[in-house]
């Protein structure tokens, strides 16, 4: 019992302990960078940039970019490969990528200050950093292998995995004394739902892979027509349009539980916002599938995959903690 009492007022403190607005702005920009790093990883699989630099962590041989093809060594590149546009895209992915790393690791500093006050929220900062170096060595990795399937899909699954971190530490920083409405009868739905889109997420990721060894035939006498392309990925691609339907039902049957909750209340917002952004997902997959695989539909069918990842997020944290208003929404 006493062990008890003093669980429940370490908790008790901790919920009243605020947060600087300097560490919540720092961990929404990082949050917001995350997103905007994902987003511009899409252009660089659209483009076919992944080797724009064939080289890490240097760029044909340069901590620059080389500003002339005369540059680059022929004895160690083949200066053959050699593309200015994909070079600069694939330069900009790194270089949004060290910000995110800088955002992190100031994250993770700041978060010293609430060890010992908050600390899971101190914990999850560190594995934020150890996850963004981990990326970063990653992208090494799947530089070296040639932009190899596996690891590329393991790349998109450890962002995802580190988007989801800096959700939950961007939603720890809120203040404590604002109340919250949640609803427990939301929560196994809402992870289900979870579930179903990481698994879509992966599928997806495998299907774009099957295109890269079409993407590299580009400008020869061998090149696909665009709107055969989708035909090398075989059943992931059939299974990945199946499986929609499985994330669909679900974000439905979520928003109809969403009803009983009273109007503008987090949980309900969130709900909404989550389902329209599971119908623009599929919106988008549609004109993929049916237009040829254009390049924004491939960006948006990325980013917009990450932003319904925060939603969900978002929406599980409103829903679990609920320690006053529960009774009344359920």
Same mark, same amino acid.
């Given at each position: 019992m006493a062990f008890l009492k003093k669980t429940e007022a370490r908790e008790s403190t901790e919920n009243k302990v605020s947060i600087s607005n300097r560490f919540r702005v720092l961990a929404t920009s990082t949050l917001i960078a995350t997103l905007l790093l994902i987003l511009v990883g899409g252009l660089v699989r659209v483009s076919g940039a992944g080797l724009g630099c064939p080289d890490w962590p240097r760029c044909w041989g340069c901590w620059l970019p080389p500003a002339d093809i005369s540059a680059i060594d022929p004895e160690k590149y083949d200066i053959s490969q050699y593309n200015g546009t994909k070079m600069w895209i694939e330069y900009a992915n790194r270089m949004v990528g060290v910000v995110i790393g800088l955002l992190i690791m100031a994250t993770f500093v700041c978060s010293f200050k609430y060890r010992k006050s908050k600390p899971p929220l101190f914990w999850a900062s560190l594995v934020a950093f150890v996850l963004v170096v981990f990326q970063g060595w990653l992208g090494g990795v799947v530089v070296?292998?040639?932009?190899?399937?596996?690891?590329?899909?393991?790349?998109?699954?450890?962002?995802?995995?580190?988007?989801?971190?800096?959700?939950?530490?961007?939603?720890?920083?809120?203040?404590?004394?604002?109340?919250?409405?949640?609803?427990?009868?939301? !929560?196994?739905?809402?992870?289900? !739902?979870?579930?179903?889109?990481?698994?879509?997420?992966?599928?997806?990721?495998q299907v774009r892979e099957s295109i890269d060894p079409i993407l590299k035939l580009e400008g020869t006498t061998s090149e696909v027509p665009r709107d055969e392309w989708l035909t090398s990925a075989g059943y992931r691609d059939h299974l990945h349009r199946f499986f929609s339907w499985a994330v669909l039902i679900s974000a439905f049957? !979520?928003?109809?539980?969403?009803?009983?909750?009273?109007?503008?209340?987090?949980?309900?917002?969130?709900?909404?916002?989550?389902?329209?952004?599971?119908?623009?997902?599929?919106?988008?997959?549609?004109?993929?599938?049916?237009?040829?695989?254009?390049?924004?539909?491939?960006?948006?069918?990325?980013?917009?995959?990450?932003?319904?990842?925060?939603g969900i997020v978002f929406l599980w944290l409103n829903c679990k903690e609920d320690p006053t208003l529960q009774g009344n929404i359920d």
């Open positions: 070296k292998s040639g932009l190899k399937p596996g690891i590329i899909t393991l790349h998109m699954v450890m962002a995802m995995t580190l988007l989801t971190l800096l959700v939950w530490i961007v939603y720890k920083t809120k203040d404590p004394t604002q109340p919250v409405q949640g609803s427990s009868k939301l !929560l196994n739905g809402t992870a289900m !739902l979870f579930c179903l889109v990481i698994v879509q997420v992966v599928m997806g990721t049957v !979520l928003l109809r539980k969403s009803r009983i909750l009273p109007s503008f209340s987090a949980p309900k917002t969130l709900t909404s916002c989550v389902f329209a952004l599971v119908i623009t997902q599929i919106v988008i997959g549609i004109s993929l599938a049916y237009l040829s695989l254009p390049p924004l539909s491939q960006v948006l069918h990325l980013a917009n995959s990450a932003v319904l990842i925060c």
